[in-house]
């Protein structure tokens, strides 16, 4: 059974992903944030927003339409990503995109491998030149007003600077999503990245 055709066995996989009603059928590609580390900013988001149902993730591939069938999709990002290593991503501050009053955490490693696995799969068949630069990050908060932004930018911070666990986590595989439902986005397939070879073989 194809793992990206099978509906009975789609999860969801979170429905804070930007754009919202606004994506309704579109696909992304993200990695998600391993435990504990998503553990807490999970429940920080729901803090900040009580509606939002996250996963905490990185998005590789923003949401945009699919001009391909989905198994083309599928195996062309797997044969891209099985020429990339597995990276470490260290996650850095609590920001703002002013222009959104997106609140998120900027990312202090792994930055040059996320705009490289953008640029190598930005193209062909999942092009897409969307409304803003690739700029990878963590949403911490969207679709806030502008009168919330500095007290929920606040919380984060002091929540942020109390964390006691990892900041870091390594992507080894990336997840391919569709937005099925307006706030539900589902795991179609898992991609693998390069499985390292050891020393001396």
């Known amino acids: 059974m194809d793992n990206y055709a099978a509906a009975s066995t789609i999860r969801k996989a979170m429905s804070c992903l930007p754009g919202g009603r606004r994506t309704l059928n579109q696909f992304a590609l993200v990695s998600y944030l391993p435990d504990p580390l998503a553990g807490f900013l999970d429940r920080l988001r729901l803090d900040l927003t009580p509606d939002c149902s996250p996963r905490a993730h990185v998005t590789i591939l923003p949401p945009r339409p699919l001009t391909a069938e989905i198994k083309e999709s599928v195996e062309r990002l797997e044969e891209e990503c099985r020429l990339f290593p597995p990276f470490e991503i260290r996650l850095g501050s609590i920001e703002i995109f002013p222009k959104s009053n997106v609140i ?13 696995l953008h640029e190598n799969l930005n193209a062909g068949q999942l092009e897409y030149d969307g409304p803003f630069p690739y700029h990878p990050h963590i949403t911490i908060a969207q679709d806030i007003t502008a009168e919330q932004v500095d007290a929920l930018t606040q919380i984060a911070r002091d929540r942020w600077a109390s964390w006691n666990g990892p900041r870091s986590f390594f992507v080894e595989r990336l997840s391919f999503v569709q937005n099925v439902a307006p706030g539900a986005w589902v795991d179609l397939a898992q991609i693998p990245l390069a499985v390292p070879v050891p020393a001396g073989h």
Do not use: M, T, V
């Open 104 to 116: 998120y955490i900027s990312l202090a490693r792994g930055e040059h491998e996320l705009h490289a």
